[in-house]
């Protein structure tokens, strides 16, 4: 059986795919069956035919059908995307606000915008959640040099650019007593990576999770939405300092970069 490739161009809009034969030897084969074996980019699939005798209407069939798949894997990227645009905009506009503001008056006077790496959806992923049974309160370094009682809640299991991690997360004990309060539902997902201290603040970064994310025992890390702590911007706050378990052994080139205080 002869086999060849059919490659083949998709245009996304807001509502439709448009499908673009660019490369192909269709001209000298009657009829053919293919299956998907290579994609290029997420634009541009290619896929491997066979000749065989079979009506020219399963080639239509197929991109019929696949349309549809491919149209919501494109569209499920494109909010994924929009999401931590706009979170990282919220962010922007929170520390440009006088109101809501922590920078100074002479910061706040010379702020255009936090920074951000470009926004990359490699670096969400989906990990694993593990409840720690039993777990014993400790205590987190803070910037200040005093410290703060936390409490493992579990620990998150994932892969990243071929890497395998286990990340803990924890929860204030404050919040364990108390979790009616405001904020009694959050997390505390601190880490450090090889970034920090270079591009990115070097006492680490936070992502805000709540318990009602974890969602049969799995949990979505957008680390575009990684945030610095006050401590990144101004004098006067006390920021936990990630503890040596939440130091990535990678560069997590996602989320808010380090910030010149006297820009």
């Known amino acids: 059986m002869g086999s060849f490739y059919l490659e083949i161009v998709i245009t996304h809009t807001s509502d439709r795919l448009r499908f673009e034969v660019i490369d192909s030897y269709m001209n000298r084969l009657d009829t053919f069956v293919f299956f998907i074996c290579y994609c290029k980019t997420r634009q541009k699939i290619r896929f491997l035919c066979f000749k065989k005798k079979k009506p020219m209407k399963l080639l239509i069939l197929f991109l019929f059908c696949t349309s549809f798949t491919i149209h919501a894997q494109i569209q499920e990227e494109t909010n994924n995307a929009r999401s931590a645009r706009e979170y990282q905009e919220a962010l922007d506009a929170t520390y440009s606000n006088a109101d809501s503001t922590i920078l100074s008056r002479k910061q706040l006077r ?18 694993d959640f593990k409840r720690t049974p039993a777990a014993v309160p400790f205590m987190i370094m803070t910037s200040s040099g005093s410290e703060r009682e936390y409490v493992s809640y579990g620990i998150l299991s994932f892969a990243l650019m071929g890497q395998n991690f286990d990340l803990p997360i924890y929860q204030n004990t404050k919040y364990v007593k108390e979790p009616n309060q405001k904020y009694g539902q959050s997390l505390f997902l601190p880490f450090t990576d ?16 709540e318990i009602s994310d974890i969602v049969n025992n799995k949990l979505i890390i957008d680390f575009n939405k990684a945030y610095n702590p006050y401590c990144a911007y101004t004098t006067g706050y006390s920021c936990p300092i990630p503890p040596e378990a939440n130091d990535l052994k990678i560069r997590i080139e996602a989320g808010v ?5 006297e820009h």
Not at 194 to 209: F, H, K, M, P, Q
Not at 257 to 261: C, E, G, N, P, V
């Open 110 to 127: 010379k702020f255009k915008t936090l920074g951000f790496f470009p926004i990359n959806l490699k670096y969400r992923v989906q990990a």
């Open 194 to 209: 090889y970034t920090s201290g270079v591009e990115s603040y070097g006492a680490g970064r936070y992502i805000y999770v």
């Open 257 to 261: 970069k380090a910030y010149d205080k």
